[in-house]
């Protein structure tokens, strides 16, 4: 069974930083999609950005500010929130879209995702 935590969520200023993290366990395919998504309050669920393989697909309001890395040794995803803004406050989650070894896609749709963290919050203050 795949699990995924998040962590490194808080609080902090316009203009500031963050580095979430998504700790990855289980059996994870060499085709998988990762992604972010984050959920505002009493928004939906939108997509951040996601990666497979060395194509990385972002969200055109995150674009340029947030970027996704890996470490493959820690089974770890990373999420660098860079200039934030009052407007990214949000639960953020990572995620996996389990995909087959001929799939070129990166999906923007949460519904497509078939494992979830439990989500960490951000909170950007003005």
């Known amino acids: 069974q795949v699990q995924l935590v998040e962590s490194g969520g808080g609080l902090v200023q316009a203009g500031g930083s963050l580095r979430l993290s998504c700790a990855v366990s289980g059996r994870t395919g060499s085709n998988d999609a990762m992604g972010w998504f984050r959920q505002a309050p009493g928004k939906e669920r939108e997509f951040v950005g996601a990666f497979r393989g060395t194509i990385t697909r972002y969200a055109e309001s995150v674009k340029g500010r947030f970027t996704i890395s890996r470490d493959i040794a820690k089974n770890t995803v990373y999420l660098q929130l860079n200039s934030l803004k009052p407007e990214d406050t949000a639960v953020y989650y990572c995620?996996?879209?389990?995909?087959?070894?001929?799939?070129?896609?990166?999906?923007?749709?949460?519904?497509?995702?078939?494992?979830w963290g439990q989500g960490t919050q951000v909170t950007v203050s003005s």
């Open positions: 995620a996996i879209d389990r995909l087959p070894y001929y799939s070129d896609s990166i999906s923007p749709k949460d519904s497509e995702y078939d494992y």
